[in-house]
T-cell receptor, first 117, second 113 residues
Framework: DTGVSQDPRHKITKRGQNVTFRCDPI?????LYWYRQTLGQGPEFLTY????????KSRLLSDRFSAERPKGSFSTLEIQRTEQGDSAMYLC???????????????FGEGSRLTVL | GNSVTQMEGPVTLSEEAFLTINCTYT??????LFWYVQYPGEGLQLLLK?????DKGSNKGFEATYRKETTSFHLEKGSVQVSDSAVYFC????????????FGQGTRLTINP
């Protein structure tokens, strides 16, 4: 399967613990995005990378959140000192971006569901 | 900033009924428009897209036309099936910078046999 894969699919943690999610994008894609989706809402943009560079972060991404894409391939999203409000589905998406020839379509993984008790 | 507004759900229809899910947007410039679908237990999948005004996107019997004058991208299907039950998201993407998708809140569709 050459789609976007995310791990773990579901994480249950206690408040105050740290959690890390991993995303493996489609191999030839140079852009990688993280979104958060809460129940009954559409996905909200968190941050994105072009290759290894993190180019934009949403105001939703508090200081407790950090994302990396060290070699321009897979990415990790870490949440420190989790709070109950962090409970959500964390979605990863990727795309191939080339100047002047983009439609904006993103390819999504199945998501990592976080439950903070 | 850019935003998308979808008709509120949930929507429940009988099989073979006609479907319309309304979507309007606010954006600077000329965004690309998308409908994504999320089937139970699965990730978001692109259903159809349109990249410029008057374009019609179509897939699996669904259609949507990019209407710049009314800033709309309504999703339609002439005869729905039980397998169309899912959550549908309208989204837009600008053509500059991050090209990140901005989503509507989603519309849950249930089709009864």
């Amino acid at each position: 399967d050459t789609g976007v894969s995310q791990d773990p699919r579901h994480k249950i943690t206690k408040r105050g613990q740290n959690v890390t999610f991993r995303c493996d994008p489609i191999s030839e894609h140079n852009r990688l995005y993280w979104y958060r989706q809460t129940l009954g809402q559409g996905p909200e943009f968190l941050t994105y990378f072009q290759n290894e560079a993190q180019l934009e972060k949403s105001r939703l991404l508090s200081d407790r959140f950090s994302a990396e894409r060290p070699k321009g391939s897979f990415s990790t999203l870490e949440i420190q000192r989790t709070e109950q409000g962090d409970s959500a589905m964390y979605l990863c998406a990727s795309s191939f971006w080339l100047a002047g020839s983009n439609t904006g379509e993103l390819f999504f993984g199945e998501g990592s569901r976080l439950t903070v008790l | 900033g850019n935003s998308v507004t979808q008709m509120e759900g949930p929507v429940t229809l009988s099989e073979e009924a006609f479907l319309t899910i309304n979507c309007t947007y606010t954006a600077t410039g000329y965004p690309s428009l998308f409908w994504y679908v999320q089937y139970p237990g699965e990730g978001l999948q692109l259903l159809l897209k349109a990249t410029k005004a008057d374009d019609k996107g179509s897939n699996k019997g669904f259609e949507a036309t990019y209407r710049k004058e009314t800033t709309s991208f309504h999703l339609e299907k002439g005869s729905v099936q039980v397998s169309d039950s899912a959550v549908y998201f309208c989204a837009l993407s600008d053509h500059q910078g991050a090209q990140k998708l901005v989503f509507g809140q989603g519309t849950r569709l249930t089709i009864n046999p």
